[in-house]
């Protein structure tokens, strides 16, 4: 059973700061892929961003520059640290990981609200 549980959701001010955390435990061997994704009012579940087992990084162009995804492959742990936050940034945030033979699990999610 693999988990992921998620916290650092919150709420802040315009221009603030957030980390977003998420903890992957369970019968996993390797994590190729760990990623963030959210949810906005009125719109599809959107990808963040995503990070490697080789730590190589990819955003979304609405938050490149202001989020910063990384990890820690000992504790199996991916981080999302949000600066310079806007109102559109709100939502739901979801973990996402995708194992070595292609499985995909989901965190519940974490409220991430900014306001104006």
């Known amino acids: 059973q693999v988990q992921l549980v998620e916290s650092g959701g919150g709420l802040v001010q315009a221009g603030g700061s957030l980390r977003l955390s998420c903890a992957v435990s369970g019968s996993i061997f390797s994590i190729p892929t760990m990623a963030w994704y959210r949810q906005t009012p009125g719109k599809q579940r959107e990808l963040v961003a995503t990070?490697?087992?080789?730590?190589?990084?990819n955003y979304a162009d609405s938050v490149k520059g202001r989020f910063t995804i990384s990890r820690d492959k000992v504790m199996n742990t991916v981080y999302l640290r949000m600066d310079s936050l806007k109102p559109e940034d709100t939502g739901v945030y979801y973990c996402?990981?995708?194992?070595?033979?292609?499985?995909?699990?989901w965190g519940q999610g974490t409220q991430v609200t900014v306001s104006s």
């Open positions: 996402y990981i995708r194992n070595e033979v292609g499985y995909t699990y």
């Open positions: 990070v490697t087992s080789g730590s190589n990084t």
